[in-house]
Antibody, heavy 120, light 107 residues
Framework: QLQLQESGPGLVKPSETLSLTCTVS??????????WGWIRQSPGKGLEWIGS???????YYNPSLKSRVTISLDTSKNQFSLRLTSVTAADTAIYYC????????????WGQGTLVTVSS | DIQMTQSPSSLSASVGDRVTITCQAS??????LNWYQQRPGKAPKLLIY???NLETGVPSRFSGSGSGTDFSFTISSLQPEDIATYYC?????????FGGGTKVEIK
């Protein structure tokens, strides 16, 4: 059974970089034609897709965040990561990682989520 | 971006009631629509994909229908464990977009 688990700092200072990792167990991120994506949820903006990476390494980002986002794969650790630069309080949210079965870029299953607060 | 308009934003119903939620897309999404359940404090869980296909292991009281731009999600007989917020999501085009959610409560 595929499981995903987010990890990373729960508190990030304004203007700094948010970095999260999603560890995948129960399946390989590199040998099957899936997407691996990030979605966030905040009270003010609901559910927002951040971006996804295909198993080949091709990336797809939400245009609203594209200038600040990088998603990458680490196949040796069966992990994928999110970097979001120049964060502000508006980036405070629960961040989820999720697998995407094409054509969906992120849908099932989701990790349990991790709360990231942006504050000095 | 494709806008997803979900209604109602909340509803209260009795155990055993039939509950229906609607979702309207701003353009034809070719039935590329998911429905999720999010229980309090938990991650969203996929219930319905491709507008009407039940995900493996999901109870048959949940169903989805619709095409083009208009979709609906139904719980045929509401159970206490169905208390949650339900979301639609389109995956016809990037960026993926979600409806605003429907909070379902027991009357």
């Amino acid at each position: 059974q595929l499981q995903l688990q987010e990890s990373g700092p729960g508190l990030v200072k304004p203007s700094e970089t948010l970095s999260l990792t999603c560890t995948v167990s129960g399946g390989s991120i590199s040998t099957t034609s899936y997407y691996w994506g990030w979605i966030r949820q905040s009270p003010g903006k609901g559910l927002e897709w951040i971006g996804s990476i295909y198993h080949t390494g091709s990336t797809y980002y939400n245009p609203s965040l594209k200038s600040r986002v990088t998603i990458s794969l680490d196949t040796s650790k069966n992990q994928f990561s999110l970097r979001l630069t120049s964060v502000t309080a508006a980036d405070t949210a629960i961040y989820y990682c999720a697998r995407g079965i094409p054509p969906a870029a992120a849908d099932r299953p989701w990790g349990q989520g991790t709360l990231v607060t942006v504050s000095s | 971006d494709i806008q997803m308009t979900q209604s109602p934003s909340s509803l209260s119903a009795s155990v055993g009631d039939r509950v229906t939620i609607t979702c309207q897309a701003s353009q034809d999404i070719n039935n590329f629509l998911n429905w999720y359940q999010q229980r309090p404090g938990k991650a969203p869980k996929l219930l319905i994909y491709d507008a009407s296909n039940l995900e493996t292991g999901v109870p048959s009281r949940f169903s989805g229908s619709g095409s083009g731009t208009d979709f609906s999600f139904t719980i045929s007989s509401l159970q206490p464990e169905d208390i949650a917020t339900y979301y639609c999501q389109q995956y016809d085009d990037l960026p993926l977009t979600f409806g605003g959610g429907t909070k379902v409560e027991i009357k």
